[in-house]
């Protein structure tokens, strides 16, 4: 006998995917709400405890848990071991195909699927060919037609669909620092994909609980939101919403995945926008700065400034003594001497730079090493700000003032440049709670003395490269000056013709 109940939910969907294809569904997918209070209205025991629930199949729980033991089924998913988890903590019980009174999870789980394109995410990847509409109507409506291995599959791939759609609005698709096959490990103590999703699904509201599993930052919410308006709204309304503003907008939401700036208080670089934003809860300060230029790009961190150094020595990078310093002085023997540097040989020793040593030099370069004393002309200036990453760059300060009057402001050899350096430590030492070395630091850096101020609360640093963001209610796009764009819309949208801006 067919549940009247599952039948009309089943109808209610079908009607809403109707309207929302005609273009009048309230808001897009922001109409979640109405389906809220629709479905609430027509049952008015939704939340309460669903009854009418069957007892498990038994049949369908041993398809899933032989299905997801074949190698060849577990090829069809995008995290197989997180999909295995989430099964294994039910017993290998169906999650959305079982005959229930009321599914009305499965219908809002279907309906965020729908919906992926206004997280900036695409629909290729959560099985839109295998979980059809049609098919999911006649699991819940006429289930004897229907298979336990069928109803079985559908389950899994619609769980594999989900715990990667969750995975994706936390840690972004195609994230360095945790890509699919780590995730799919399971990150011990961190986020995981199949405990957010039973989580979620435990909760009053449902699709709240999964979507609230995004990044809190205010760049973050400012796009999503922004987002939602032009694949919604907008759309809906018939406004031209350039394809190229939209995909913009995803590639940053990606990156803005990846930036974890859920800190209270952190230093956040942008590359593309020349600026330092120096975040603390009640305020944020900005700095100019100086980042790599295209041939020597500043690369993307997730670092925290441990320490920093005042009148700082420079150990000149290899790259740049090799290609840049060792010829000017090759012209010009005095060079190195003019402009406080030191040569040393591999052993350290130092090494008198005359001509004929230039010349011994530049037969086998990687012996040698280069190093600047401090003083008003040190490329670092009077203070390098520390913290651990694998490229060896630095925040510092510059003699070279005359870069920051610039709009456009990647000169720079990797490292970045800071103005007002001083008035960021300070802030940093006040955060810190050391005021009173404040002046210890101003003294240091007057009389040119190397000194090291250790912080006893290590100040996030975030290096990210972020072409658009929200000011004031407005998109504001950025150069790509370092190309980075396409190339992350091609892989993201799996495009050979990419379109984002320049």
């Known amino acids: 006998m067919v549940n009247t109940n599952a039948m009309e939910t089943a109808k209610q969907a079908k009607n809403l995917r109707r309207w929302k294809k005609a273009g009048i569904f309230f808001a897009g997918c922001l109409g979640w709400l109405y389906l809220s209070s629709y479905t609430t209205a027509n049952h008015p025991g939704r939340q309460e405890t669903v009854t009418g629930i069957t007892q498990p199949d038994s049949a369908i729980a041993g398809a899933i848990k032989a299905q997801l033991s074949d190698v060849k089924g577990q090829a069809t998913l995008h995290f197989p071991k997180s999909v295995a988890r989430f099964y294994n903590q039910s017993g290998f019980n169906a999650a959305w195909v079982e005959k229930v009174e009321n599914p009305t999870q499965t219908w809002e789980a279907m309906l965020m699927l729908d ?21 999911l109507h006649t699991i819940l409506e006429k289930p004897t037609q229907v298979s336990a291995a069928e109803k079985a599959k559908y389950d899994i791939l619609l769980t594999d669909a989900l715990v990667t759609f969750t995975d994706h609005l936390h840690y972004g698709k195609l994230n360095p620092d945790f890509p699919a096959p780590k995730i799919d490990e399971g990150i011990p103590g961190g986020f995981n994909g199949d405990e957010a999703l039973r989580a979620a699904i435990s909760q009053p509201d449902f699709m709240k609980a999964l979507i609230g599993v995004q990044p809190q930052s205010k760049a973050y919410a400012d796009l999503q939101y922004h987002m939602h308006l032009l694949e919604g709204v907008y759309q809906g309304d018939c406004y031209d919403i350039p394809e190229e503003t939209v995909r913009k907008m995803a590639i940053n939401m990606e990156r803005l995945r990846w930036a974890s700036l859920n800190d209270s208080s952190y230093i956040q670089v942008n590359i593309p926008s020349f600026n330092l934003k120096y975040h603390l809860p ?15 790009p500043t690369p993307t961190v997730n670092s925290a400034i441990t320490y920093f150094t005042t009148a700082p020595e420079w150990r000149v990078p290899k790259k740049i003594f090799i290609k ?6 090759l012209k010009n023997p005095d060079f190195f001497e003019s402009n406080q540097y030191a ?4 052993q350290g020793n130092y090494v008198e730079a005359d001509a004929n040593t230039l010349a011994m030099v530049k037969q086998n370069p990687g012996n040698y090493s280069l190093r600047q004393s401090s003083g008003c002309d040190n490329s670092l200036g009077l203070i390098v700000f520390r913290f651990p990453n694998i490229f060896d760059i630095y925040l510092h300060d510059t003699p070279e003032k005359k870069y920051f009057k610039a ?18 430590a300070d802030l940093i030492l006040t955060r810190d709670g050391s005021e009173n ?8 850096i007057a009389g040119y003395k190397t000194k090291d101020f250790k912080l006893n609360k290590p100040i996030p640093i975030k290096v990210t490269y972020i072409t658009c963001e929200m000011q004031k209610g407005t998109l504001v796009t950025y150069k790509d000056i370092y190309d980075l764009d396409k190339r992350l819309e091609m892989v993201l949208y799996n495009v050979t013709n990419p379109l984002a801006l320049n």
């Open 115 to 135: 919906c992926v394109l206004q997280f900036g995410l695409s629909h290729d990847d959560y099985h839109p060919r295998e979980l059809s509409y049609g098919l």
């Open 282 to 296: 009640d305020t944020t300060y900005e700095f100019k700065t100086v980042v790599g230029k295209p041939d020597w």
């Open 437 to 444: 070395l404040i002046g210890v630091v101003h003294k240091a």
């Open 343 to 346: 040569l040393y040989d591999k």
């Open 324 to 329: 840049e310093l060792l010829p000017k002085a």
């Open 407 to 424: 709009d456009e402001r990647d000169f720079s050899h990797g490292c970045i440049r800071v103005e007002h350096a001083e008035k960021l």
